[in-house]
C-alpha cells in the first residue's frame, strides 16, 4: 500500500507560478510511474504529467509542455509539478497519483489510459483572470 498527500494548491491570478507536492508513505520502494491529473468543473479527470522514477524520463499533455514540469526527489516519497504562466483554464482539482512497476505498461500509456492504483485526494488550484 502507498498513501499520497498533495499539498501547495492555492489561488493565483493569470500569469503566476504555483509549485505542488504530493508525499508518498507505505511501500513506496515498488513505486515505478507517479503523475500528476486534474480534474475541472464539469470536466473529466486528464492527465497532466507522469514520471518514471527509475530513469526520471516525463511526459507531459500539450496543453502544460511548456508551462509545467515534473520532478520526483529521486526517492521516491516527494513528487513535485512547477506550474508557471497559468491559465485560468487550468482550474482544477489536481491529484497525485502513483503505480508499482510493471513491464506491461510504460508510464506515457498510463498516463493516458489513468491506469494508476494509489490516488491522492487532491489539491484546489484557482486561476483568476
Known amino acids: 500500500q502507498v498513501q499520497l498527500w498533495e499539498s501547495g494548491g492555492g489561488s493565483v491570478q493569470a500569469g503566476g507560478s504555483l509549485r505542488l507536492s504530493c508525499a508518498a508513505s507505505?511501500?513506496?520502494?515498488?513505486?515505478?510511474?507517479m503523475a500528476w491529473f486534474r480534474q475541472g468543473p464539469g470536466n473529466e479527470r486528464e492527465g497532466v504529467a507522469v514520471?518514471?522514477?527509475?530513469?526520471?524520463?516525463?511526459t507531459s499533455s500539450d496543453s502544460v509542455k511548456s508551462r509545467f514540469t515534473i520532478s520526483q526527489d529521486g526517492t521516491k516519497t516527494t513528487l513535485y509539478l512547477q506550474m508557471n504562466n497559468l491559465e485560468p483554464e487550468d482550474t482544477a482539482m489536481y491529484y497525485c497519483a502513483a503505480h508499482p512497476q510493471s513491464s506491461r505498461e510504460g508510464c506515457s500509456e498510463r498516463l493516458q489510459r489513468k491506469h494508476f492504483i494509489y490516488w491522492g485526494r487532491g489539491t484546489q488550484v484557482t486561476v483568476s483572470s
Open positions: 514520471i518514471d522514477t527509475n530513469d526520471d524520463s516525463t
Open positions: 507505505g511501500n513506496t520502494d515498488f513505486i515505478g510511474c
